[in-house]
C-alpha cells in the first residue's frame, strides 16, 4: 500500500523536460556557455508570463528546464546572451505539445534584420543530419564576431 502511494504521489508531482539546444548554423556545433530563458505562455499575454530560470548551455549547447505540472499550453524561448550568438530567427511562441511530441526547429532558413540584411547564411551541408528530438527546441544561432561585438557597443 506504501509503494502504490509513493508511486501515485511520485505522478502528481511529474514534470517534463525541455532542451533547448543552440546551434551554429555555419559548423553545426553546440554553442555553449550561452543563457537561455524559457517565458511559460506568451509574453504578448497580460499579465506578464512566468519566466523559468536563466540557464547557461552546456559544453554541447544544450539548457534543460523542468516544466511543473499543469503543463503551459505555450512557451516563447529567448537567448538572453547576444554578446554570444543571434539566433538566426525571430523568438516567436512554440506549443508545447509539439516539442514534447515532435521536437522544433527554429532558424534554419536564415531571417533578415529590420534593414533587411540576412542575419545567418546556413552551411546546409554541415546541418543536413541535425534535427530536433521529441522534447527539444532546436535554435540555430550565429556565433558574434569579435567586430560585431565592438559595432554593438
Not at 23 to 41: F, H, K, P, T
Not at 88 to 108: S, Y
Request: charged letters at 25%.
Amino acid at each position: 500500500m506504501m509503494v502504490l502511494s509513493a508511486l501515485f504521489c511520485a505522478r502528481l508531482a511529474s514534470a517534463e523536460d525541455i532542451v533547448v539546444r543552440l546551434v551554429d548554423v555555419n559548423s553545426g556545433a553546440g554553442e555553449r556557455n550561452c543563457y537561455v530563458g524559457l517565458y511559460l505562455g506568451n509574453p504578448r499575454d497580460r499579465p506578464l508570463p512566468a519566466s523559468t530560470k536563466f540557464i547557461q548551455t552546456s559544453a554541447d549547447g544544450r539548457a534543460r528546464f523542468s516544466l511543473a505540472d499543469p503543463l503551459p499550453i505555450t512557451v516563447w524561448v529567448n537567448v538572453a546572451d547576444e554578446g554570444c550568438a543571434w539566433p538566426c530567427d525571430r523568438n516567436t511562441v512554440v506549443p508545447v505539445d509539439e516539442i514534447l511530441h515532435a521536437g522544433v526547429m527554429k532558424g534554419m532558413t536564415g531571417d533578415t534584420d529590420r534593414a533587411g540584411v540576412e542575419r545567418c547564411r546556413p552551411n546546409y551541408k554541415k546541418l543536413e543530419e541535425i534535427t530536433a528530438k521529441p522534447g527539444e527546441i532546436l535554435i540555430f544561432v550565429k556565433r558574434i564576431s569579435w567586430l560585431e561585438r565592438l559595432s554593438r557597443h
